[in-house]
């Protein structure tokens, strides 16, 4: 409109125009550039950027250091142009650079020719055999990033790498990255301990009495130091290898100090079995499945474990192996297989550490802020043990009752302790009263009468049926418990409610109970927390 | 290589010592009170009580730490000298190339702005700060040439409790159960009260059991909320259905100890009538209300609330049940005169967080005594470290007094159990500098706690990662002048 208010130009869009978009009020169309090429190009002032839609002195071609010479640039148009007029213009913003003699041509070909550099045509002039290898590699390089030739394979490349970019990684993992030679900090003896007083430089090493080879490397670097963990000739590493998985399935270790094979630690049970493991592990290439496989079918794994008064009062650790294993579980894996037989387990994996239940202390740490947590929500509160909020001055409870170390110091190994602290946990702790209140919903769910589902919840926790006496004595405990449950409901509520939530629709409240104090005493059965 | 030859070169003298039966230190103890350190089988209740090395002055200890650590020069270690030159500028020579937490550059010499008198037969020095404190002086003896190595909070407390100043290793409770096992198998052995709302620097780390079995570790009891952790029956569980399910509990484990004749499921029906017990047990002595109302009033106790006058009184009934170790953290001890609260002036935070403590306190030692438990139970009360003889930098314009940290000279106080009462140990120079007489090291304390409970520090030891460790490191010697 003009300043009277009347309408000069008027346009209709049959679609919403994009965000930005110019319009010409005599209905001339801007040409848009797919592709610029020029035979030199400044630093940062590449000819692409004559063609980048931006506007002012900070976006152009530019060609300082190649004054005085023959320039020429190629662009090539994105879209045909219907035909008509063409308008050029020329912007220039530096006067000490500005064209000297100006020319333009314009062709019709499908695919132009790309401006030449300069410097390549410099070395194209030379011939081939003084040409130097850099001038070669320049050469080479343009051919593979610019040649028509190549044009194909580019973009067969271009299209996987963008199929590539399209997969989305399902989990970030941190990277560890070497920061290279020339930006390494220099580290120094600390005289006396004072960090103020530097002493010579030290560099990264390895003792030499452990791996003499390393010594002959000037900086060894952790390739050198993973090279040499599994070299053939180096016996430590598949040794206490499988030493480790030795111990987490029969629970101690060939040498029983796993976490010490030198003078302070003891001698192999079994050195000629601890031999054969260490190079079968090598020959499995270091297949942990399939050692572990080796393991537990071996004959020693599948022996009875049942203990004689002999066998006992001769050889109480079992180290002579005349007997299976019979071992506590770890103090995530009680609480992760709990939280399993009551079908609660998530097997959610990867992403940050989650807060499962944990009792209010009312505290804070020292000069921190509180130390209680918000429960996580959803399948995070049921999240395996691994995944568990760990805060080294004040480890989950439960877990810490189980032997689970403070993480402060490297532990190789854990003791297992048997302590009324962990009766209590099991008996008590709200992640474990609401396991044995979604085992007892399973049950209701998996047979009539209460036998049958004793039985079921029996066969869910143990992956055995329970025998007469085992089944009769607690159908006994659900017929004694429900009689008292029945004549309170709301205390029959509670047990079976608090904290998993509301019961089904028309459930028996006082079944419920009865079975939720069933469940808990089958999670905390002697045979749940061992494994044998 | 050959087998054989490898085998001999791996057979150190170590290895012979040990199968020959002569064993190195502790090493048959240590198995012993480790039945499961190595194996499947845990035949024996880690916690029972056993023997220490000879006759021990003190069954249990009663541990008193003041949490960020009390100016020593306000309340023991009288400085007239100090007081003369208060506004003088600190001497260089106490300064250069020291580290301190919050001062640099030349700070001011502080004298004690409270009053200090002698007190009972002995004639022992304290400040009016600590009034209920005066009446017991021939009870307690007082140690003003401490040392330690760490000036900032928790290295420092990790240190005296764990003679170490990072974290991992385990703390003087631990090794006490470890070593003692306990007398009580309704209770814990060890167990950890906390008050004034924060835990202590370390975290758990000040009472954990570091490597040695987590059955060591110090459980925290609360006179809010369940008093050990998971002690209550869940909401819907009355005692009798509790009793009812374990009596089932235990006949299905009876089932499997018949099948599987494995000696731990045997202890884990034994561990599940403990925590049985417990269950009654724990509530109960955690308890006050029962306590008469005279008692209630000296210790300045009020039933159902958390202070530290509640856990002194709890200390007295813990060890009135035989627990070993009772161990108090009372936060807000750090007198950096950075707010009315931390500062030491006349009526400032001192004389209000004092009251706090030494009545109650005070009360402790008079109620053991009466109760015929002084005699055998080790009283410990102290912080840290120390704290500056001069104002500290930060506070240096305004007009509340504080002090900075010191680990250079300190005071720390031992009650009861075969210490001398009524005694100084040593002596700070005439400006609280630096120890003039008979130095303690952290490490000689601890040496000292041991030898008290009947053990050669150097021979209670556990072994990790190849090395056999204990409280004092590689450090201590016993103080006998603290002993009666």
């Known amino acids: 409109m003009d300043e009277e208010r009347v309408i000069l130009w008027e346009k209709t869009y049959e679609k919403a125009p994009q965000r930005e978009a110019i319009e010409s009020l005599d209905g001339a169309t801007t040409a848009r550039f797919a592709r610029a090429t020029a035979s030199y190009e400044q630093n940062n002032f590449t000819v692409d950027e004559a063609i980048d839609g931006k506007q002012g002195q900070e976006s152009g071609w530019a060609i300082a250091g190649g004054q005085g010479r023959n320039h020429y640039a190629i662009f090539e148009l994105k879209d045909p142009l219907p035909g008509g007029v063409l308008n050029f213009r020329l912007v220039q913003n530096y006067p000490n650079h500005a064209i000297g003699k100006f020319r333009l041509s314009v062709t019709n070909a499908k695919n132009p020719a790309l401006a030449f550099s300069q410097s390549l045509t410099s070395i194209l002039d030379k011939p081939t055999e003084k040409r130097s290898p850099q001038e070669q590699k320049q050469l080479l390089d343009y051919f593979v990033k610019q040649g028509p030739a190549t044009q194909r394979i580019r973009e067969q490349v271009a299209s996987l790498r963008n199929q590539l970019n399209q997969i989305k990684p399902s989990a970030t993992v941190p990277m560890l990255k070497e920061v290279v030679e020339a930006n390494r900090r220099e580290s120094f003896i600390h005289l006396r301990g004072s960090y103020l007083s530097k002493g010579p430089i030290v560099r990264a090493g390895f003792p030499s009495a452990l791996a003499p080879k390393l010594k002959n490397i000037d900086t060894p670097n952790r390739l050198d130091l993973a090279k040499w963990l599994i070299q053939d000739d180096n016996p430590l590493t598949p040794r206490v290898t499988a030493n480790r998985f030795w111990e987490k399935i029969f629970g101690i270790g060939l040498v029983a100090t796993s976490e010490e094979f030198g003078a302070q630690g003891e001698l192999p049970s079994h050195p000629k079995l601890l031999d054969w493991l260490a190079t079968e592990i090598v020959a499995m290439d270091w297949d942990v499945k399939a050692f572990l496989k080796l393991l537990v079918t071996s004959d020693t794994y599948r022996q009875n474990s049942h203990v004689t008064d002999e066998m006992a009062a001769m050889d109480p650790n079992n180290r002579l192996l005349a007997r299976g294993p019979r071992l506590r579980l770890s103090a995530e894996m009680v609480r992760d297989q709990a939280l399993a037989v009551a079908g609660l387990l998530s097997s959610k994996m990867y992403g940050h550490p989650v807060k499962p239940p944990q009792p209010n202390m009312g505290l804070k740490a020292a000069f921190g802020s509180g130390i209680d947590w918000k429960t996580s929500k959803g399948e995070d509160r049921y999240r395996r043990g691994i995944y568990t909020t760990w805060r080294r001055s004040n480890p989950y409870p439960s877990m810490a009752t189980f032997d689970a170390p403070n993480r402060e110091v490297c532990s190789v190994r854990r003791d297992r302790t048997n302590t009324p602290l962990q009766a209590l946990v099991t008996l008590n702790d709200p992640v474990y009263v609401e396991a044995a209140q979604s085992l007892a919903r399973a049950m209701k769910t998996r047979g009539n009468s209460p036998a049958e589902q004793l039985e079921k919840g029996f066969e869910i926790c143990l992956s055995r049926n329970p025998s007469k006496e085992e089944l009769d004595r607690l159908v006994a405990l659900y017929e004694e418990v429900r009689s008292d449950y029945s004549k309170d409901l709301e205390l029959a509520r509670k047990m079976a409610t608090d904290p998993i939530g509301p019961a089904p629709k028309d459930s028996n409240l006082a079944d419920l109970a009865a079975l939720t104090v069933a469940g808990n005493i089958m999670l905390n059965l002697d045979e749940m927390m061992m494994k044998r | ?484």
């Open chain 2, 1 to 484: 290589m050959n087998p054989l030859l490898e085998k001999i070169q791996l057979n150190t003298r170590r290895h012979f010592l040990q199968n020959c039966g002569v064993g190195l230190g502790m090493g048959a103890l240590a198995q012993l009170m480790s039945p499961d350190a190595f194996g499947l089988s845990a035949p024996q209740n880690p916690l029972l009580p056993r023997a220490p090395h000879f006759a021990p002055k003190a069954k249990r200890v009663i541990y008193l730490h003041l949490t960020g650590s009390p100016p020593h020069l306000d309340m023991w270690d009288y400085k007239p000298e100090l007081g003369k030159r208060t506004d003088q500028d600190c001497p260089d020579e106490f300064v250069k190339g020291k580290k301190f937490a919050f001062t640099s550059g030349t700070p001011k010499l502080m004298g004690s702005p409270r009053k200090f008198a002698q007190y009972g037969k002995s004639g022992m020095w304290m400040s009016d700060a600590i009034p209920h404190l005066h009446e017991v002086a021939d009870d307690l003896c007082v140690i003003n040439s401490m040392h330690t190595t760490q000036f900032n909070h928790a290295p420092a407390e990790l240190f005296v409790h764990t003679g170490f100043q990072q974290p991992g290793r385990p703390s003087f409770g631990a090794w006490t159960t470890y070593g003692l096992g306990s007398e009580n198998q309704d209770l814990p052995g060890y167990v950890v009260l906390i008050s004034s709302g924060t835990q202590p620097n370390g975290g758990k780390n000040s009472y954990s059991a570091g490597f040695i079995p987590s059955v060591y570790q110090g459980v925290q009891c609360r006179s809010k909320g369940d008093p050990v952790l998971y002690v209550s029956d869940p909401p819907g569980m009355t005692r009798g259905l509790r009793r009812s399910s374990l009596d089932a509990l235990r006949d299905l484990n009876n089932q499997a100890a018949q099948k599987f004749a494995h000696p731990e499921t045997l202890t884990r029906i034994a561990q599940y009538e403990l925590a049985y017990r417990m269950q009654a047990s724990v509530p109960e002595v955690m308890d006050i209300k029962k306590e008469s109302k005279a008692t209630l009033e000296s210790y300045g106790a009020v039933p159902g609330e958390s202070s530290f006058a509640n856990n002194c009184l709890l200390a007295r009934r813990l060890a009135e049940k035989d627990v070993r170790f009772i161990q108090l953290f009372d936060w807000g001890w750090d007198f950096h005169g950075t707010r009315e609260d931390t500062s030491i002036n006349k009526s400032g935070g001192l004389v209000k967080k004092c009251a706090t403590m030494d009545k109650p306190v005070a009360a402790l030692i008079k109620d053991l005594k009466q109760r015929g438990l002084f005699d055998d139970t080790l009283i410990i009360i102290g912080g840290e470290f120390g704290r500056t003889p001069f104002r500290e930098g930060r506070t240096s314009k305004g007009q509340l007094l504080g002090r900075d940290h010191y680990p250079d000279c300190f005071t720390m106080i031992m009650a009861g159990g075969g210490v001398k009462g009524g005694h100084v140990h040593g002596a700070s120079d005439e400006l609280g500098f630096n120890v003039a007489k008979d130095p303690v090291h952290v490490h000689d304390l601890q040496a000292t706690w041991m030898h008290l409970l009947g053990f050669d520090h150097e021979q209670l030891t556990y072994r990790f990662q190849g090395r056999d460790y204990r409280l004092t490191d590689v450090h201590g010697h016993v103080v006998k002048d603290l002993i009666a």
